[in-house]
């Protein structure tokens, strides 16, 4: 539909309209008023002749003057006498009255504080009769200037208090904008049939679970007899649950964009306020005008803002504002005065600091987890992250970027698109090609390469065979993850090499898994430690890892004997600061960590000692080509010993032909600019505590991205 087209000789209020005259504006008063008061304190109301002191001296001197008046000590007045106006010298100075009726002097001017009263005295002794002149001393108050100051300074006053509350209480609802009265509405962005929302479930692709669960919610509000016919009623409310990056808000869009009910969103950040009760005000605001609307949702991102769990605050108080907001919450979800027209919409990644009775059935009777996709899910993703990539070439292949990605949410994907065009544009082609996405999935998993990164022959060395030592310990132990290449060049922050591998989409992890993929991480410190017989910074991130892999396995999992079948994770705080074993028991698990891992890296020695002429025979490889892949390795100490599953063979097969480009392309142009080695990946398989799928990668160091191996700075 068009809009009305605008009449161009309309005018706004208080100005000329066609057919009605003029009209009125209250706000003129105010105007007049002020332009008079500037009037009567600016416009001199006694002005005269302006003159000098050697003049009037001249004029006393002659008997012309019959008045001398001297103002608060600083303005002089003039007033000539009755022969003395009359002549022609003085006839430009002929007195006149003001508008007040007062009689004006016929000359004034300004004088020194007290130079006046020292030259009266003198000038005195040189008239004939000093009777005669007559000398006057007044005191004036400046009303009009003070009371303009106050003025001034009131209004300065009120124009900062009214910008204050904009601030703070700016996006309020109401017909008169944000001020002091609507900072405790609720700012909540409304979409109803009026607001084009272009993003529908056509777009969210990788989750079709999370997906189907909402889509029934949609479909009850728009088909509601479907339900209530068999006695069922729909949720209050639904909880979105997963990792950054997964699609919450996309999921929360889509049902924007085809409830066909109002929709209101906003942050759970928008109802914290510095006042006290304004965040349980703005809740009870936004179910009301939800109430008003109802059938309606309400989406709230990030409510953990608010929905923290109570009483876990060492400092508390009787005002604590975020709990009274939350309060408020529970109240409005399932009190004595709820609606059910109104369905809660709640996105997290922190559901475990969430307040269980904020997560009870009757507030948020579904949880709906929102996890990274799996290998199908990865192709729909990519799919949909194609179609605004008009010219593709045609070697891209959804489905292999989705073998190559393991682990990666929806963002990444997104990520790598978006880099894998700005690739082929940086290189002038007319096509995005499937090798330009392979160079942005590096670019995602590593950091951004740097060319200019110089050091010298001897840390390269250094680097080449701590990337090495990595590679030979994974390709010779049975649960290590999969090699797809390794590489000198330097990325990211402070990356200076990588060993990118390709680890399983499993979510159990075994004892003996996790104790290989230690030794693996121990490699470049190992192979340091062997064909140098010193160690470096490299190894850092490596020893982080480790150590934070070694006390998860026995605090967290329990795979210590000495320790035994416990678990001291605490992922809701409710432990505080103590911990909930003794001091006997902390030097046990210390010692045990360290035994743990002082059996790995003896371990690792030892399998590198064996393996010296493998570890050597890389390294020179890295130091001549830079970025190896795994047929490179292949060739060089025969295939791996253990068979690998099909989704890593396919892999290898799209990369072989990478490796046989001898000089690095977009990775590594630079050779000068290498600078160690890292193991770094988006979602490492070792993480101690949250193990899951995900990419690994050797790094030496990469403070961007989950690391595996080293460090060098």
Known sequence: MNPTPKNPNEKKPGGFKPGNGFKFNHYWIYGILFIVF??????????????????????????DV????????????????????????????????????????????????????????????QIADPNKLIIKYESHSDIFGQLFQWIFFIAIFLIFWNLMFKRMGGGGGGSGGPNIFSIGRARAQVFDKDTKVNVSFKDVAGLEEAKEEVMEIVDFLKNPKKYTNLGGKIPKGALLVGPPGTGKTLLAKAVAGEAGVPFFSLSGSDFVEMFVGVGASRVRDLFKQAKEKAPAIIFIDEIDAIGRARGKNLVQSSNDERENTLNQLLAEMDGFG????????????????????????????????????????????????????????????????????????????????????????RRNKEMVEMSDFQDAIDRVIGGLEKKNKIISPEEKKIVAYHEAGHAVAGWFLEFADPLLKVSIVPRGVAALGYAQYLPKEQYLYRTEQLLDSMVMTLGGRAAEQIFFEKVSTGAQNDLERI?????????????????????????????????????????????????????????????????????????????????????DIERIIGPRP??????????????????????????????????????????????????????????????????NDSDFK
């Open 338 to 425: 709820t609606d059910s027209g109104v369905i809660i919409l709640a996105a997290t990644n922190r559901a475990d600091i969430l307040d269980s009775a904020l997560m009870r059935p009757g507030r948020f009777d579904r949880q709906i987890s929102v996890d990274r996709p799996d290998i199908v899910g990865r192709e729909q993703i990519f799919s949909v992250h194609l179609r605004p990539l008009t010219k593709l070439s045609t070697d891209v292949d959804a489905h292999k970027l989705a073998l190559q990605t393991p682990g990666f949410a929806g963002a990444e994907i997104a990520n790598v698109c978006n880099e894998a065009a700005l690739i082929a544009a």
């Open 547 to 631: 150590t934070k892999l070694a006390y998860g396995m026995i605090t967290h999992y329990g795979m210590s004997k000495k320790v035994g079948q416990v678990s001291f994770n605490d992922p809701t705080g409710e432990y505080g600061y103590q911990r909930p074993y003794s001091e006997k028991t902390a030097e046990l698990i210390d010692e045990e960590v360290r035994s743990m891992i002082d059996e790995a890296y003896q371990r690792t020695i030892d399998l590198l000692t064996d393996k010296k002429k493998e570890v050597e025979a890389i390294a020179m490889e890295l130091l001549t080509k830079e970025i190896i892949f795994k047929s």
């Open 38 to 63: 500037l009037a009567l304190n600016f416009l001199p109301r006694s002005a005269g002749q302006s003159t000098h002191w050697n003049e009037v001296r001249e004029m006393v001197v002659k008997g």
């Open 66 to 125: 019959k008045e001398l008046k001297l103002i608060n000590d600083r303005y002089l007045e003039v007033y000539l006498t009755m022969d003395a106006a009359g002549r022609k010298e003085y006839s430009k100075n002929n007195r006149k009255q003001d508008m007040f009726g007062q009689t004006e002097p016929n000359f004034s001017f300004e004088i020194e504080k007290g130079y006046f009263n020292t030259e009266i005295q003198d000038l005195k002794k």
């Open 642 to 707: 253990y068979l690998e599953d099909e989704v890593s063979q396919q892999v290898s097969e799209m990369n072989q032909h990478r490796s046989q480009i001898s000089a690095p392309t977009e990775e590594s142009t630079d050779s000068s600019s290498t600078n160690g080695t890292t193991d770094a990946s988006e979602n490492s398989t070792v993480e101690t505590e949250e193990i899951a799928p995900s990419t690994t990668t050797e790094t030496t160091d990469n403070n961007n991205t989950e690391v």
